[in-house]
């Protein structure tokens, strides 16, 4: 299970000077695909992974754990890609036939690999277990590969090279597959490339996805190097920005002027320019940067605003409390909110997201509240006030913003958008009252 | 856009005695799934329909809006299967190029089509919109297709049949996908069967995946008609019995012994044996049958387990109020923790979980009450508490239980499998509670 370094630098070198992009090929190989049992994210995670390093994706492939179907598969593929991104069947089970056809494929014999023996050897000695025939299976390799080291399972990655062609197997269970392939696959591929790709990623929120497209549609018209791609999520756009050029400098300079135009079309509504940052990591990176407390008050949406919050680790540190406030005796008890404004308006109403948001800083003490009122469906809708119809309010340390929202689709969908509009909000309105404050503006 | 029930019934005919299973084979397509822009979640859940269905998938393809490429992808399935599902790329742009590729394949030319050539139009005029003639794209069919009615948006299905083979076209949203492939392509599925296949699911919850395989080990393998399958889900096992006979009721007679024998050995662990019902649906119902209100109050899952019963429409009835007491000062203000306690044992502790179940259940007036106090992770677990380590408190009615768990992987996991694990024990003590009160049993 050894990562070994300098067989595929020579492979590497093959590749230079390749004018092309490289064409990538995934196979997911598992019957429980075929029967719907599991969701294929692998393939959606190695094709973003894929196109960020700028190969080239045509097909992706799902095989059950068939050694004729698998062979074809493999076969056909090889003859249109340069690289096969396999996932799946590596386990000790009779079943699991990925390394073996491949391997057959490739035209390779395996062998006792006495590292990957010792591996397993001791992985097993630690928990005291007996170590069963089939085990010695996965510390067969095939010839002239590359061992790939798993961490996190008994399966190793595999890489077959020869040719121009690079046969890439990994273990299918995403919590081995990502790590293996964030850790050693991917600086394989960026090395396999004849040039550096880097991308960078504008995330915006609070601007719709058309309108974001209209925005940057000269953009990409005219986009050669670096290239501009959208991508829609639920309440939010991605912007990435693509560059390729001889070393990662020099592709980081083609991508900052780009960077720049975006933030400057975009402003306020760019969240974050980084990877790792989500929309509810901005909102508690605010939080905790102005030291500002925050308290939700939820209804249709039942919790999950708070659970995104919560999604971040170190939250601890200005969640104070949330209500799950789905009653209108619940509205009026723990908030605080009249019986008469819930008579007037109706509980799906500006005025009671207003006093829900303004009760819930008084009960909590906390800087800022958000809450969330609306008709999820699929019942419960009129002419009036229809399925979809949300308000959402949040009250910053004395001010308070009510949003209306008109969303479509599912209950599940519904909520979704409204708890994404609901961190929009909170950012939008924390960033105001700041503004605000700094530059003398006033209350409105 | 009519589904001409006449064409198809002949083409039934055609396939009536065959033997072996058919083999169906699912072609997406899109660009936007080779980026790994979307996940191909309409593989799965066909994968699942056509396997209820008992039909045989062997190859899931996905290829993007290229006309050599998805040439070849159709001309290569056709030659292996005998039904294809092809979802994506009927849209009116110039890139969507699926009816046109398919109608090439199978030889056939487009011709306007009067019906859905009207249909267009009076889908525009009623929104007093100007038809473009990229528009009149949509209206053109391949000659002898059956088109199908797409109610939830503008591209019909389509479905070609000859000399066996079945091509059928479905739009690639998800929201106009299944309502066509759950009203239209599923019947016609069904009628091509020899035989008809009835499935029937047990689902059952606080049982192991492995634990639950075991037990029914036996009866997969003795299986053949009906046949037994075991799918896992987070915190749950479905059961999937199916069985093929010449109508409908010979099939249901099929699988009644074995639901009947699942019932037996997994007992009060069935949740339900109907399909549309959710482990949070059977909680919610169990609630409403007995009259209780229920409340909940969750640190580490932060809002999720009240957002899972919020799933459920209806649950206005029964859910009085949630509380997400993230710190200590919240569990200590809103619910009554006393310091003593969490000083000594700890946030994460049997006696703060029941603490904070029987605080909320005075606070919130509720009859039952689920409480969670965990570590999520990454980070504050320590040698004693590891991360995963999380207690389910469920008070019902004056007595309390709860539940010590340790569940792994990643915050996100560690927290869906708490949901799961509190809906399951709130079950189990509600049932215990009742029993109890109707047998006469005592507390504990």
């Given at each position: 299970m050894i990562w070994r370094r300098g067989v595929w630098t020579v492979g590497c070198g093959e590749e230079k000077g390749m004018d092309r992009n490289m064409i990538v090929e995934l196979i997911s190989v598992g019957t429980e695909i075929l029967l719907g049992?599991?969701?294929?994210t692998n393939a959606a995670y190695l094709s973003e992974k894929c196109a960020g390093l700028g190969l080239s994706c045509y097909y992706q492939d799902v095989v059950g754990d068939n050694e004729e179907r698998l062979y074809d598969t493999i076969k056909t593929a090889l003859g249109r890609a340069d690289i096969l991104l396999m996932s799946g069947g590596?386990?000790?089970?009779?079943?699991?036939?990925t390394k073996e056809v491949a391997a057959k494929v490739m035209g390779k014999t395996l062998y006792l690999h006495e590292e990957s023996k010792a591996a397993i050897q001791k992985f097993f000695e630690k928990r005291g277990m007996e170590i069963t025939d089939n085990n010695w299976k996965q510390a067969m390799m095939p010839e002239g590969c590359i061992v790939v080291d798993n961490p996190n399972g008994t399966a190793p990655g595999i890489i077959m090279a020869e040719n121009g062609k690079h046969l890439i197997l990994m273990p299918g269970p995403p919590n081995e597959m990502i790590p293996m392939f964030e850790t050693s696959i991917m600086p394989y591929l960026s090395r396999l490339q004849s040039c550096v790709i880097f991308s960078q990623t504008v995330k915006i929120c609070g601007v719709g996805e058309s309108k974001a497209e209209t925005m940057v549609a000269d953009l990409i018209d005219q986009q050669t190097n670096p290239t501009l791609a959208t991508y829609a999520k639920t309440g939010e756009v991605h912007l990435r920005v693509t560059a390729r050029a001889e070393d990662e400098k020099a592709a980081r300079k083609l991508v900052k002027p780009m960077i720049k135009e975006l933030k400057g079309r975009f402003g306020n509504h760019v969240y974050t320019t980084e990877d790792d940052v989500t929309l509810e990591k901005a909102v508690v990176d605010l939080l905790l940067a102005n030291k500002l407390t925050i308290s939700t008050v939820e209804s249709c949406t039942g919790g999950l605003v708070a659970a995104r919050l919560i999604n971040?680790?170190?939250v601890s540190e200005v969640f104070k409390s949330g209500y799950i406030t789905y009653s209108n005796k619940a509205k009026r008890r723990l908030l605080g909110v009249k019986k008469s404004t819930l008579l007037k308006?109706?509980?799906?109403s500006e005025e009671v997201a207003r006093d829900m948001a303004k009760g819930a800083a008084v009960v909590a003490k906390a800087d800022v509240v958000v809450s969330v009122t609306g008709i999820a469906g699929p019942?419960?809708?009129?002419?009036?006030?229809?399925?979809g119809l949300v308000y959402i309010g949040c009250y910053v340390c004395g001010r308070c913003t009510v949003k209306k929202c008109l969303f479509s689709g599912s209950r599940a969908k519904i909520r979704e958008n409204t708890v994404s509009a609901a961190l929009s909000l909170m950012r939008e309105c924390i960033l105001q009252y700041y503004s605000e404050v700094t530059f003398g503006g006033k209350d409105k």
């Open positions: 049992n599991i969701v294929n590596l386990g000790p089970t009779q079943d699991d036939l971040v680790p170190g308006h109706g509980a799906v019942d419960g809708g009129t002419e009036e006030k229809p399925v």
